[in-house]
Protein backbone atom coordinates (compact mmCIF):
# COMPACT_ATOMS: atom_id res chain seq x y z
CA UNK A 1 0.00 0.00 0.00
CA UNK A 2 1.15 3.23 -0.71
CA UNK A 3 2.06 5.67 2.11
CA UNK A 4 -0.55 8.85 2.61
CA UNK A 5 2.32 10.56 4.32
CA UNK A 6 6.09 10.74 4.40
CA UNK A 7 8.13 11.67 7.96
CA UNK A 8 11.79 13.09 6.68
CA UNK A 9 14.62 12.68 9.34
CA UNK A 10 17.99 14.51 8.83
CA UNK A 11 20.47 12.49 11.43
CA UNK A 12 23.89 13.21 12.01
CA UNK A 13 25.59 11.05 15.01
CA UNK A 14 22.33 10.21 16.83
CA UNK A 15 22.63 6.90 17.86
CA UNK A 16 21.22 6.75 21.06
CA UNK A 17 18.28 8.40 19.89
CA UNK A 18 16.92 6.09 16.93
CA UNK A 19 15.31 3.49 18.43
CA UNK A 20 13.47 6.05 20.54
CA UNK A 21 12.27 8.04 17.98
CA UNK A 22 10.84 4.91 15.81
CA UNK A 23 9.08 3.42 18.80
CA UNK A 24 7.68 7.10 18.95
CA UNK A 25 6.55 7.58 15.44
CA UNK A 26 4.92 3.69 15.46
CA UNK A 27 3.06 4.78 18.37
CA UNK A 28 2.00 8.01 17.52
CA UNK A 29 0.85 6.93 13.59
CA UNK A 30 -1.07 3.66 14.10
CA UNK A 31 -4.13 4.88 12.07
CA UNK A 32 -2.07 6.01 8.94
CA UNK A 33 -0.23 4.69 5.99
CA UNK A 34 3.20 6.12 5.84
CA UNK A 35 6.79 5.94 5.08
CA UNK A 36 9.72 7.23 7.77
CA UNK A 37 12.83 8.06 5.39
CA UNK A 38 15.63 8.84 7.87
CA UNK A 39 18.54 10.38 5.74
CA UNK A 40 21.71 9.88 7.50
CA UNK A 41 24.18 12.83 7.56
CA UNK A 42 27.60 10.67 7.10
CA UNK A 43 27.06 10.10 10.39
CA UNK A 44 30.14 8.48 12.28
CA UNK A 45 28.83 7.40 15.69
CA UNK A 46 27.20 4.15 14.26
CA UNK A 47 23.85 5.40 13.40
CA UNK A 48 24.39 3.91 9.87
CA UNK A 49 24.85 0.36 11.32
CA UNK A 50 21.67 0.87 13.60
CA UNK A 51 19.44 2.30 11.22
CA UNK A 52 20.07 -0.72 8.49
CA UNK A 53 19.28 -2.89 11.36
CA UNK A 54 16.25 -0.93 11.97
CA UNK A 55 15.25 -0.83 8.84
CA UNK A 56 15.81 -4.30 8.05
CA UNK A 57 13.28 -5.16 10.88
CA UNK A 58 10.51 -2.86 10.19
CA UNK A 59 8.88 -2.00 7.39
CA UNK A 60 7.78 1.31 6.55
CA UNK A 61 11.43 2.61 7.84
CA UNK A 62 14.01 2.98 5.01
CA UNK A 63 17.52 5.31 5.08
CA UNK A 64 19.40 7.27 3.22
CA UNK A 65 23.04 8.09 3.73
CA UNK A 66 24.97 10.66 2.22
CA UNK A 67 29.01 9.76 1.73
CA UNK A 68 29.96 12.77 3.64
CA UNK A 69 27.92 15.24 6.09
CA UNK A 70 26.47 17.62 4.12
CA UNK A 71 24.39 19.82 6.24
CA UNK A 72 20.63 19.59 6.97
CA UNK A 73 19.57 21.26 4.27
CA UNK A 74 20.54 18.80 1.75
CA UNK A 75 19.29 15.97 3.94
CA UNK A 76 16.04 17.36 3.92
CA UNK A 77 16.13 17.99 0.53
CA UNK A 78 17.23 13.98 -0.69
CA UNK A 79 14.77 13.18 1.81
CA UNK A 80 11.84 15.06 0.36
CA UNK A 81 12.72 14.04 -3.70
CA UNK A 82 12.42 10.49 -2.56
CA UNK A 83 9.40 10.65 -0.72
CA UNK A 84 6.41 9.11 -1.80
CA UNK A 85 3.63 10.27 0.55
CA UNK A 86 0.96 12.85 -0.67
CA UNK A 87 1.36 15.01 2.66
CA UNK A 88 5.47 15.34 4.22
CA UNK A 89 6.82 16.12 7.28
CA UNK A 90 9.94 16.94 8.83
CA UNK A 91 11.40 16.49 11.72
CA UNK A 92 14.57 16.46 13.79
CA UNK A 93 16.30 13.10 15.32
CA UNK A 94 17.08 14.67 18.57
CA UNK A 95 13.76 13.93 20.64
CA UNK A 96 12.79 17.21 21.24
CA UNK A 97 9.87 17.07 18.57
CA UNK A 98 7.30 15.17 19.58
CA UNK A 99 5.88 12.79 17.05
CA UNK A 100 2.78 12.83 18.64
CA UNK A 101 2.01 16.80 17.49
CA UNK A 102 2.33 15.14 13.67
CA UNK A 103 -1.74 14.09 13.61
CA UNK A 104 -1.97 17.68 14.29
CA UNK A 105 -0.13 18.83 11.97
CA UNK A 106 -1.66 16.63 9.30
CA UNK A 107 -4.82 18.15 10.52
CA UNK A 108 -4.40 21.59 9.60
CA UNK A 109 -3.46 20.61 5.66
CA UNK A 110 -6.56 20.28 4.84
CA UNK A 111 -6.91 24.16 5.06
CA UNK A 112 -3.37 25.28 4.22
CA UNK A 113 -0.29 24.23 2.04
CA UNK A 114 2.05 24.60 4.87
CA UNK A 115 1.95 23.66 8.79
CA UNK A 116 4.99 24.67 10.86
CA UNK A 117 5.59 23.64 14.39
CA UNK A 118 5.66 26.85 17.01
CA UNK A 119 7.57 25.91 20.07
CA UNK A 120 6.30 28.43 22.83
CA UNK A 121 7.83 26.64 25.46
CA UNK A 122 11.56 25.56 24.57
CA UNK A 123 13.28 22.49 26.47
CA UNK A 124 16.99 24.30 25.16
CA UNK A 125 19.75 26.69 27.32
CA UNK A 126 18.98 29.75 28.34
CA UNK A 127 21.79 31.12 25.87
CA UNK A 128 19.96 29.20 23.28
CA UNK A 129 16.63 30.42 23.63
CA UNK A 130 17.73 33.83 23.68
CA UNK A 131 19.54 33.76 20.63
CA UNK A 132 16.99 31.39 18.79
CA UNK A 133 14.68 34.78 19.75
CA UNK A 134 16.96 37.46 18.70
CA UNK A 135 17.50 35.52 15.34
CA UNK A 136 13.88 35.20 14.96
CA UNK A 137 13.18 39.15 15.41
CA UNK A 138 16.28 39.77 13.16
CA UNK A 139 14.95 37.24 10.24
CA UNK A 140 11.80 38.61 10.21
CA UNK A 141 12.60 42.37 10.72
CA UNK A 142 14.60 41.77 7.34
CA UNK A 143 12.62 39.56 5.30
CA UNK A 144 9.14 41.27 6.24
CA UNK A 145 7.57 38.12 8.06
CA UNK A 146 5.77 37.12 10.93
CA UNK A 147 6.64 33.72 11.63
CA UNK A 148 7.46 32.73 15.12
CA UNK A 149 9.43 30.09 15.39
CA UNK A 150 10.95 29.15 11.85
CA UNK A 151 14.02 27.18 13.82
CA UNK A 152 11.26 24.23 14.94
CA UNK A 153 11.98 21.48 12.22
CA UNK A 154 8.26 19.69 13.15
CA UNK A 155 6.90 20.80 9.67
CA UNK A 156 3.64 19.42 7.38
CA UNK A 157 3.80 20.34 3.55
CA UNK A 158 1.48 19.48 0.57
CA UNK A 159 4.01 17.31 -1.68
CA UNK A 160 2.71 19.04 -4.65
CA UNK A 161 3.65 22.30 -3.09
CA UNK A 162 7.22 21.37 -2.24
CA UNK A 163 7.91 19.78 -5.50
CA UNK A 164 7.76 22.99 -6.66
CA UNK A 165 10.43 24.69 -4.15
CA UNK A 166 14.14 24.54 -4.57
CA UNK A 167 16.48 24.67 -2.16
CA UNK A 168 19.49 26.13 -1.66
CA UNK A 169 22.24 25.41 1.27
CA UNK A 170 21.27 26.72 4.77
CA UNK A 171 17.16 27.78 2.98
CA UNK A 172 15.57 24.96 4.86
CA UNK A 173 15.19 28.17 7.57
CA UNK A 174 13.03 30.24 5.10
CA UNK A 175 10.82 27.35 4.25
CA UNK A 176 7.81 28.92 5.41
CA UNK A 177 8.90 32.38 3.39
CA UNK A 178 9.83 30.47 0.02
CA UNK A 179 6.33 28.47 0.30
CA UNK A 180 4.90 32.11 0.20
CA UNK A 181 6.80 33.52 -2.17
CA UNK A 182 5.21 30.70 -4.57
CA UNK A 183 1.78 32.06 -3.48
CA UNK A 184 0.91 28.73 -1.41
CA UNK A 185 -0.72 29.51 2.50
CA UNK A 186 1.31 28.79 5.31
CA UNK A 187 0.04 28.78 9.30
CA UNK A 188 1.94 27.77 12.83
CA UNK A 189 0.72 25.92 15.66
CA UNK A 190 1.78 24.94 19.18
CA UNK A 191 3.77 22.10 19.97
CA UNK A 192 5.68 20.60 22.25
CA UNK A 193 9.68 20.69 22.83
CA UNK A 194 11.29 18.07 25.17
CA UNK A 195 14.66 18.32 26.49
CA UNK A 196 16.98 16.60 24.91
CA UNK A 197 18.13 13.23 26.59
CA UNK A 198 21.08 11.47 24.48
CA UNK A 199 24.27 13.09 22.60
CA UNK A 200 24.76 16.52 21.95
CA UNK A 201 23.06 19.45 19.75
CA UNK A 202 25.39 19.52 16.47
CA UNK A 203 24.17 23.57 15.75
CA UNK A 204 25.27 25.85 18.28
CA UNK A 205 25.23 30.24 18.20
CA UNK A 206 28.61 30.26 16.71
CA UNK A 207 28.57 28.27 14.09
CA UNK A 208 25.38 29.06 12.19
CA UNK A 209 24.53 32.72 13.06
CA UNK A 210 27.04 34.62 10.12
CA UNK A 211 26.28 32.03 7.36
CA UNK A 212 22.12 32.25 8.15
CA UNK A 213 22.55 35.99 7.84
CA UNK A 214 24.28 35.75 4.54
CA UNK A 215 21.14 33.50 4.00
CA UNK A 216 18.97 36.36 5.47
CA UNK A 217 20.33 38.37 3.03
CA UNK A 218 19.53 36.21 -0.03
CA UNK A 219 16.10 36.27 1.06
CA UNK A 220 15.22 39.17 1.25
CA UNK A 221 16.53 40.07 -2.17
CA UNK A 222 14.53 37.27 -3.65
CA UNK A 223 11.83 38.70 -2.40
CA UNK A 224 12.34 42.33 -3.73
CA UNK A 225 13.17 40.97 -6.59
CA UNK A 226 10.25 38.67 -7.26
CA UNK A 227 8.26 39.07 -10.42
CA UNK A 228 4.88 40.63 -9.94
CA UNK A 229 2.76 40.99 -12.73
CA UNK A 230 -1.05 40.78 -13.67
CA UNK A 231 -2.01 39.97 -17.48
CA UNK A 232 -5.24 42.03 -18.49
CA UNK A 233 -5.44 40.18 -21.75
CA UNK A 234 -3.46 37.63 -23.99
Given amino acids: MEPEISIIIPLYNEVENIEPLAHAIIN?????????????DGSTDGSAEKLKKWCAEHAGFRTIRFKKNAGQTAAMDAGFKHAAGKYVVS???????????????????????????????????????????????????????????????LKAYRKECLDKIKLFNGMHRFLPTLFKM????????????????????????SNRAVRAFVDLLAIRWMK???????????
Fill in 28 to 40: ALKSYAYEVIVVD
Fill in 182 to 205: EGFSVTEIIVAHHPRKYGKSKYGV
Fill in 224 to 234: KRKLRYEVENE
Fill in 91 to 153: MDADLQNDPADIPKLLGQLKSYDMVCGWRLKRNDPLIKRISSKVANYIRNKLSWEDIKDTGCS
